[in-house]
């Protein structure tokens, strides 16, 4: 609980393939003159989206490090390994989870009552959650100028050719995104 501890919540997505798992994206509880206040306090926390599973209540089977307060971020609907997501600066973060997949599926053996004694709950290493920096991000001249409030994954039959014509998809992967911001524009 120490990661979510006097913040809010911004977003929840169920990861779209394994049950019992589900990620939060928690941001600073302050109000914007606060923030402005004590913008270099903020730089030096990072911000974290937690990805819990229910057998395990008390400690994050992730953590997932972003540069800024994430207000929106999904799963990729056909590889949920990679997370996306926007966060108030205006950039868009993303991270590959794959090496933690096994970890993910196997929450259910791995959590505070599966065969685990009192003492081994109390263990460190137990306790300890694997920490993810960000693969990606997009550079401050290309991103929105306010937050990203919303992004969702293009559907895997369509994507959108450099010129900006959707196009057929014919990998049927969903591999782009489109992104919404205060600033008014979609991305």
């Known amino acids: 609980l120490e990661f979510s501890k006097n913040k809010s919540i911004a977003q929840i997505d169920w990861h779209p393939s394994i ?8 941001t600073e509880k302050l109000k914007y003159d606060d923030r402005v206040d004590l913008s270099s306090r ?11 599973g229910f057998s395990d209540p008390i400690h994050p089977q992730l953590v997932l490090e972003a540069p800024e307060d994430i207000y929106s971020f999904k799963f990729n609907p056909t590889d949920p390994n990679i997370i996306a997501a926007g966060c108030i600066n205006g950039q868009v ?17 791995t959590g505070a009552r599966a065969n685990k ?8 290493e137990y306790q300890r959650s694997p920490v ?5 991000v997009s550079s401050i001249e290309s991103s929105h100028k306010m ?20 196009v057929e998809n014919k990998a049927q992967a969903c591999c782009q995104l489109v992104t919404v911001g205060i600033d008014g524009n979609v991305m």
Request: glycine share 2%; hydrophobic share 55%; proline share 4%.
């Open 132 to 136: 993810v920096h960000y693969a990606a």
């Open 19 to 26: 049950k019992g798992i589900v990620a939060v994206a928690y």
């Open 42 to 52: 903020i730089l030096m926390t990072p911000s974290l989206i937690l990805i819990w």
């Open 147 to 166: 937050a990203v409030m919303d992004l969702i994954w293009l559907p895997d039959t369509v994507e959108v050719a450099r010129m900006g014509v959707p």
């Open 93 to 109: 973060v993303m991270w590959d989870i794959s090496q933690y997949e096994a970890r993910l599926r196997n929450h259910k053996n």
């Open 117 to 124: 004694t009192r003492s081994d709950m109390f263990d460190v």
